[in-house]
């Protein structure tokens, strides 16, 4: 999962003009070159086992008092140990989640869209209208998870609904082409996600890794889950009580990977404040935490987060 767009940004789409991937296409010469000549002591990723995510029933939710408050005391939990989980009966049909990935088959490797743009295309294509469909459905989602992990925290997520706008929350879309250099080559770099919470679709092909108790494992795929991840906003705002936990994508030497990523999002101006105090962190806005990222990135080559935000004291 990417860290969350600039909200400036309009819709991105790769070139097209080549049937490769850009990237794909640009490096093809070097891919074959090493996977022929590659070193015997070239860096090797270990081979970690697969393990599943905390899976979510979110049908409890629709029961009685004890099937949905034990469902929220699940989906707190997972925040707080894993900052990941996974969630099923979450309203998004099959057939849409394969609509979806058959539609990015003519993408090239990625493009984000707002979810104001979404919602406004009036379905002037099939993909406009698989998405809209998507992204309807999977913002009312990211609210609902919302409002149940601020309900956790004695709070009401009143703040969340009233900064987290159409024009400021965003889908990604990504397709990760087959690297003959995989696991030596990640998809997507350990990072964390710069929002509230993300809510992704991964494919049968997998690649997702995270850190538990301070070692990569891999998450097992599940074509018919979401996965949801907490973002660092949320983990200032709980004051370090729910998980922004580092992952990555490590690229699959054979197939195609696609993956769709929906990122809550508040407007630049809103000022994250922690909800407990003392607090760990210091008041900042959106707006100040993406720039000082995008700061680090450029000068150190890697994004340092929350930890630039501490209270002195921490």
């Known amino acids: 999962m990417m860290n969350a767009p600039d909200h400036t940004d309009q819709r991105v789409r790769m070139d097209e003009s080549s049937p490769d991937p850009p990237f794909q296409e640009t490096y093809k010469t070097l891919f074959n070159n090493l996977t022929q000549t590659a070193p015997k002591n070239f860096p090797q990723f270990s081979v970690m086992e697969e393990i599943e995510l905390p899976l979510i029933d979110l049908n409890k939710?629709?029961?009685?008092?004890s099937e949905r408050e034990s469902c929220k005391k699940q989906i707190a939990r997972a925040s707080q140990e894993w900052g990941f989980f996974q969630v099923i009966n979450h309203g998004i049909s099959v057939e849409i989640l394969e609509k979806m990935r058959r539609e990015q088959l003519s993408w090239s490797e990625a493009f984000h869209v707002s979810l104001s743009d979404?919602?406004?295309?009036?379905?002037l294509d099939n993909l406009s209208s698989t998405m809209e469909q998507y992204a309807t459905t999977v913002s009312?989602?990211?609210?609902k998870l919302a409002d149940i992990l601020a309900e956790k925290m004695g709070h009401k997520s009143?703040?969340?609904k009233e900064t987290c706008l159409p024009s400021t929350c965003y889908l990604r879309m990504n397709r990760y082409?087959?690297?003959?250099?995989?696991?030596?080559?990640?998809?997507?770099m350990p990072h964390t996600d710069s929002d509230f919470l993300t809510v992704l679709h991964q494919d049968h092909i997998g690649g997702l890794q995270l850190v538990k108790d301070g070692k990569w494992i891999a998450v097992k795929p599940n074509p018919k889950a979401l996965i949801i991840n907490i973002g660092d906003l949320f983990q200032a705002w709980s004051?370090?009580?729910y998980k922004s936990v580092e992952?990555?994508?490590?690229a699959n030497e054979l197939k195609e990977r696609y993956s769709t990523a929906y990122f809550l999002c508040p407007?630049?101006?809103?000022v994250i404040q922690s909800c407990i105090e003392p607090s760990v962190y210091k008041r900042f806005s959106f707006g100040e935490y993406r720039q000082q990222v995008q700061e680090d990135v450029k000068c150190l080559g890697y994004k340092i987060g929350l930890p630039r935000f501490l209270v002195p004291s921490h």
């Not at 082409?177 to 997507?188: A, D, E, H, L, V």
């Open 158 to 160: 009143v703040f969340i």
């Open 247 to 250: 992952h990555r994508v490590v």
């Open 177 to 188: 082409p087959p690297c003959p250099m995989s696991p030596q080559m990640f998809g997507i």
């Open 118 to 123: 979404i919602l406004g295309s009036d379905g």
């Open 140 to 143: 009312e989602l990211a609210q």
């Open 61 to 65: 939710l629709d029961l009685g008092d």
């Open 239 to 241: 004051n370090n009580v």
């Open 267 to 270: 407007s630049y101006d809103t």
